[in-house]
């Protein structure tokens, strides 16, 4: 990740995270650390979760507060994420270790977590070398990535303190419904005929449900970062936002829907989460990984992957309606995510490309 520069950015993390209200606060939890200097990662979406680096006594950390705005009630939920981090911390599971939390919004205008920096990579984007020319090292991504991902699934969540953090109780058989009523909440244009397709389908494939586990909500090559240097080796699992107890199998779900196989026809999502996938691992090898790791049948993958797609499908169009209610000219980009979300899940649906 990049730390944002100029004037705009300068400009930008001002207006997100006051310096000396900051200092205030670190002075508190971490005393004698100071002075702070903060810079901006990444660029400045509007939907994502803020990240910043803080410099605080000798170390670099990451400050991490919502978006300026939402479109879920989960998403940006930063006090729920300091939950889920503290939970994780004497688990196997890769994950950044959260510092310190402030449920207080008006200490920089939001709650926000602090959390140790993770050296390494996002290997959604350009890949450092020796990925970058040699396919074979890129093998191990999609090891890794499942290997992480069976990890979380075998947290004894209760054992760990998230007794409550979700609902787990009839997940499945609520988020056709959810997310159908989410995106009637919004949508401000007519939708392909998919995405009522999409909804008979989930319902009438349904199964029954399964093991609960924790889940991270969003996994994806976007968010997990991996260590410099090969043999690759994931570092840690980041945006933890979305996260909630439910069905495991949509995380992987939601990983395989969008990985592109060489010699394929290039699904949307999929095109962006790396660019050159020769000498990754395929599907069908990844999936009965997961199932070797975490005991777990993967026998209705086709589902997972549907649903995964048909809710970040609805998820998209919100920031579309979004974008077009505030006349946000950078919102054009969100106009073509929604259909073209639909329409690969409705290819998945039909059987046009195996899980």
Known sequence: MGTGTGTGAAAAGGALVDLPALEGWLETVLPGGGPARRARLGEATGIANALFTVDWGGRTLVLRRAPAARITSSAGNTVREAWLLAALADTPVRHPRLVAACPDPAVIGAPFILMERVDGFTPAGGLPAPFDADPASRRAFGLEAVDALA???????????????????????????????????????????????LAAWLRAHQPATGPIAIMHGDYSLFNVMFAPGAPARLAAIVDWDTATIGDPLMDLGHLLARWDEPGEPATFLGSSDVADRTGLAGRAELAARYAERTGHSVADLRFYEVLALFKLGCIMEGHHAQAARTGDPSGARFAPMAPAIFADALAIARGDRTP
């Open 151 to 197: 990890e979380l699934a075998l947290v004894n969540w209760r054992a760990v303190g998230l007794e409550g953090f979700g609902k787990p109780d009839g997940f499945l058989d609520r988020q056709v419904d959810r997310w159908l009523w989410q995106l009637g909440t919004y949508q401000a244009r007519p939708l392909p005929e998919s995405t009522d397709n």
